[in-house]
């Protein structure tokens, strides 16, 4: 992805690995939200808030080092920038 008055920058292995990292995350903090719209068990209300959390603070984290490093990559029509 090219950025107006920018150069493109280089992504290393480590960058690739970090941004999927954070693109899986991000794919399990949505099927946890769309599991917790169908269950109706405190039990398990209780844990899919549990795991919400838990994934949302891991998310937050990386999202923090991906725009820490400033980088970018496009990855599935989906434009990663940090």
Do not use: H
């Not at 769309?34 to 603070?57: H, L």
Request: hydrophobic content about 30%; aromatic content about 8%.
């Amino acid at each position: 992805m090219q950025t107006l008055g920018k150069k493109k920058k280089n992504i290393n292995q480590s960058d690739i690995c970090l941004l999927d990292e954070l693109y899986t995350t991000k794919k399990t903090l949505d099927d946890i939200r769309q599991r917790f719209d169908y269950v109706t068990e405190p039990e398990m209300i209780s844990s899919c808030i549990y795991e919400m959390r838990s994934v949302q603070e891991r998310y937050s984290y990386l999202l923090s080092k991906v725009r820490e490093k400033d980088i970018s990559e496009e990855r599935g029509g989906i434009a990663w920038k940090g």
